[in-house]
């Protein structure tokens, strides 16, 4: 039987691990499948408050990982693919094992939406990007592009045009499906023109590690041309990891967790932290506050039941 059982282990169930096991919980961090989050696709990070001259993102998880396992907390591989909420003690079902425990932390994250392309993987990171706010800064006086014409791509290319020479959005269809206000924004901003009834069919150049341009397709003509560009950013949406728990805790028309007085859930010794139940700010430094947020929660809730 553990006291706190925590699902994800990015910055959020990182953090929230660090302050679980300092308060003696011995918390246990199911790491999942996409072990350490947003942040393992990512390179540089220069807003996280005290690496003056940035830190790589692979390099802060681990940091955060050693410094949870410092405290006592204890880590399992897997993903959960089972999860029982209606009763306490909570059950969770991994490939290979069950574990129950008094409280639960989901920090389990929200995964980008991306466009399926092999070169798009490869080239996260390096020029193909997911989080405008994060990466935007790396593109100071060039060109990009962001695909997609909902409110994310609109939010995005709005706020690349602060660094970026010119934004092209790459989009579908012949108009956008992005909020009047923001497609307004957009049609006034000269920084940013239009790739009308288009796909990328390729991301260039893999071999080079760096991104040099876009194929594109008319999805009418079937015409296909290359755009040069410096960075790509997909702009189409990121997918909450809630599908364990659909139908046993409260969720947005989205698929994020509704959070409460903090951390709280609709379900009691149940708490969320991180990109699960934030589809707002998704940056590291307001995922691990709100995984500390989880950790303090569910110590005081153990400490109400004399635990």
Not at 31 to 43: D, S, V
Not at 65 to 70: C, I, L, N, P, T
Not at 135 to 152: I, L, M, N
Request: hydrophobic share 40%; aromatic share 6%.
């Amino acid at each position: 039987m553990r006291d706190v059982v925590i699902i994800g282990s990015g910055c959020a169930g990182l953090t929230a691990a660090i302050y679980a096991a300092r308060a003696n919980l011995k918390p246990l961090v199911i790491r999942g499948l996409e072990a350490g989050g947003q942040l393992t696709l990512t390179t540089l990070v220069e807003n996280f408050p005290g690496f003056p001259q940035g830190v790589q993102g692979p390099e802060l998880i681990d940091l955060m990982h050693k410094q949870a396992a410092a405290f006592g907390a204890e880590f399992t591989e897997g993903d959960v693919t089972r999860a029982d909420l209606s009763k306490r003690p909570f059950t969770l079902e991994l490939e290979s094992e069950k574990i129950e425990t008094r409280t639960l932390i989901i920090a389990s994250g929200a995964s980008a939406r991306l466009l399926g392309l092999d070169s798009e993987r490869k080239l996260l990171g390096h020029g193909v990007s997911t989080c405008a706010t994060c990466d935007g800064y790396f593109f100071r006086g060039k060109e990009v592009a962001v695909v997609g014409g909902g409110d994310t791509a609109a939010e995005d290319a709005l706020f690349l045009t602060r660094y970026a020479n010119q934004v092209m959005v790459v989009h579908r269809r012949d108009q956008l499906r992005a909020s009047k206000i923001m497609q307004d924004r957009l049609f006034r901003n000269s920084k940013i023109r239009f790739a009308w009834n288009s796909t990328v069919l390729q991301i260039q150049d893999p071999s080079r590690g760096e991104v040099t341009g876009v194929a594109l397709r008319d999805v009418k003509s079937g015409e296909e041309r290359f755009e040069p560009l410096a960075g790509v950013f997909i702009g189409i949406g990121h997918s909450p990891n809630t599908a364990v728990f659909r139908g046993q805790i409260d969720v947005n028309e989205n698929g994020y967790i509704i959070t409460h007085d903090g951390s709280k859930t609709s379900v009691k010794g149940v708490f969320a932290a991180g990109d699960v139940q934030d589809h707002l700010y998704r940056q590291a430094v307001t995922a691990a506050g709100s995984g500390c947020m989880a950790a303090m929660d569910a110590e005081k809730f153990l400490e109400a039941e004399g635990g």
